[in-house]
């Protein structure tokens, strides 16, 4: 193997690496969603490349509000589902989403985009 070739398989398994632990290893913001007037318990999330926070935690039994501001028009982002609410939404550029939802059982759901590249939790308790 001659200085190129190895020089062009270090730069490969280098980004194998950087890719692996982008996906993988990178920490996920978390947030606990505030009760308003009459118990709702509500909380903003940021769309933009990801959901911030991507992690959402909320009691089971009071209803939820999850608010999802979509601020880009990247096509992986204008749809969202929640699979085990049966939930699937189009989210529109630069504008709000509101999904109202009631946890009845504690638990982790997933929540992502269309594509499944964009991936949150709503963490139950």
């Known amino acids: 193997m001659d200085t190129a070739e190895l020089f062009v398989t270090s730069g490969g398994l280098l980004l194998i690496g950087l890719v692996v632990w982008y996906f993988f290893f990178t920490h ?10 009459g ?10 490349g990801g959901y911030s926070p991507a992690v959402v935690e909320v009691e ?16 992986c982002s204008e749809e969202l589902l929640l699979p085990d609410f049966r939930i699937r ?10 999904i109202e939802l ?3 059982q504690p638990g982790t759901y997933e929540f992502t ?3 499944h590249m964009l991936r949150g939790r709503l ?3």
Not at 28 to 37: G, H, K, M
Not at 39 to 48: K, M, P, R
Not at 65 to 71: E, I, S, V
Not at 90 to 98: M, R, V
């Open 28 to 37: 996920q913001t978390s947030a606990q969603a505030v009760a308003a007037d």
């Open 60 to 75: 089971h039994g009071r209803p939820v509000q999850l608010r999802f501001h979509r601020a880009e028009d990247n096509s």
């Open 89 to 98: 939404r189009e989210l529109p550029a630069f504008q709000t989403t509101t």
């Open 39 to 48: 118990g709702v318990q509500a909380i903003d999330i940021q769309v933009q």
């Open 113 to 115: 985009c269309g594509m």
């Open 102 to 104: 009631t946890p009845a």
């Open 123 to 125: 963490v139950v308790r």
